[in-house]
């Protein structure tokens, strides 16, 4: 991954770093490889490190850090290419999340502060990525992620300390239903147990019930569609099977009234509008976000506005390549009613930026991954320190928005 580090006149620093995650679709800024099988299998960054200083640091230098909208302006017009593929979304992004930083050193304050459009007051609720799906060995799990929402924890502290009793629970309940212990995916949850999604579900009801927590959880699932789509058949693969568009929505509406179900992301194909529109019309006990589909993109958002095709969208700024880019997108979704929620990434960070705009945004909802590695450990811890330093910090209410 790439690092970034801009310093001031003034002695003030920021840092910036670029994810990535499993499940990358087709529309977001092109990650920058060297693409030499000698370096780290191929995956080796050093043409966008090069990027950043021989490009885009000679045309930074001397600019004001606290003009976040001509310093991404700058970046975009020096890449010139619509997924940043000349200099690399991962150096592009990592400069532009290092400036907001800097400029929030000189202002002494969060960045979270620096980018509140209102009186802070809140913070997420976190939800959790306890099961992963895709194709693992034998097991080809059309859904990609099965998600925990603690949506009715009294606060910050009983949120996290939910998500976590959940998943450790949950260890032992697959490993009852599967005979053998349970394994753990590329993401980090528990690798899905079978084929079937509404199987995953009761697994993880089931966990819920051992751990106390049944009154305050409810689910989220992220399907990941596009790798379970055939564009020559233009069938998505579930349980083995090909189905059309239609059927997955019909069966993921079955799942919406057998389970609480906060949102279903990426139920379709990247380009599948017309899937998406249907499943707005008929998913009436959850809310559709677009992933993928949107890409965090302000012109892909607006279709989709058009389209009828999604009551809400995944923020990833890394997606779109700049600070000043994803803040549009938000900003569009805001004005016509829809969700935004902020998600790390399965390829995450420390010190993610996504957390400084989930609080700094005042989002209801955030994604965040399985509580097992350290960057995902540090997004809950820093969800604790910001209701600390927010004075009557509450968390936020999601009663308003589900749909069950």
């Given at each position: 991954m790439v690092e970034v580090e801009v310093r001031t006149r003034t002695g003030h620093a920021g840092r910036g770093a670029s994810p990535t995650g499993q499940s990358v679709g087709g529309y977001e800024a092109l990650v920058l490889r060297d693409n030499d099988p000698g370096t780290y299998d191929g995956l080796s960054v050093h043409r966008a490190v090069e990027n950043v200083r021989q490009v885009i640091a000679p045309a930074l230098i001397g600019r004001d850090v606290r003009d976040q909208a001509a310093l991404d302006g700058l970046l975009v017009e020096l890449d010139g290419t619509p997924r940043k593929s000349r200099l690399g979304g991962n150096a592009v992004?990592?400069?532009?999340?290092?400036?907001?930083?800097?400029?929030?050193?000189?202002?002494?304050?969060?960045?979270?502060?620096?980018?509140?459009?209102?009186?802070?007051?809140?913070?997420?609720?976190?939800s959790f990525n306890v099961v992963n799906g895709g194709r693992c060995g034998d097991i080809v799990q059309a859904f990609n992620e099965f998600i925990v929402v603690p949506y009715r924890a009294a606060d910050i502290a009983e949120a996290v300390e939910t998500g976590i009793r959940v998943f450790d629970r949950l260890g032992a309940v697959i490993e009852k239903y599967t005979g053998t212990s349970a394994g753990i995916a590329p993401s980090y949850g528990y690798r899905a147990p079978c084929d079937d999604p509404r199987v995953v579900l009761e697994l993880i009801q089931e966990a819920v019930d051992a751990s106390g927590c049944a009154d305050k959880v409810a689910y989220a699932l992220d399907c990941a569609s596009s790798q379970m789509y055939d564009s020559t058949t233009g069938a998505y693969e579930l349980k083995g099977k090909p189905v059309s568009s239609a059927e997955l929505v019909d069966y993921t509406r079955g799942l919406t009234e057998d389970f609480d179900i906060v949102f279903v992301e990426d139920l379709l194909e990247e380009n599948d509008w017309d899937g998406f529109a249907h499943a707005v019309s008929q998913l009436t006990r959850t809310l559709v976000l677009g992933d993928d589909l949107i890409a965090t993109h302000r012109s892909r958002l607006e279709q989709a506005l058009a389209a009828g095709a999604v009551d809400g969208f995944v923020l990833k700024p890394n997606q779109v390549g700049t600070i000043t880019e994803a803040l549009e997108t938000y900003d569009t979704a805001v004005r016509h009613g829809l969700l935004a929620v902020p998600s790390g990434r399965s390829g995450g960070v420390v010190d993610d930026i996504v957390m400084d705009l989930s609080v700094g945004l005042q989002v209801p909802i955030q994604k965040n991954g399985a509580p097992r590695t350290g960057e995902r450990i540090e997004k809950l811890n820093f969800l604790l320190r910001a209701a600390e330093n927010i004075p009557d910090c509450r968390l936020a209410d999601v009663g308003g928005i589900v749909r069950f």
């Open positions: 992004y990592s400069v532009s999340v290092a400036c907001l930083r800097a400029a929030a050193a000189v202002a002494g304050r969060p960045v979270y502060r620096t980018i509140a459009r209102t009186e802070l007051t809140t913070v997420p609720v976190p």
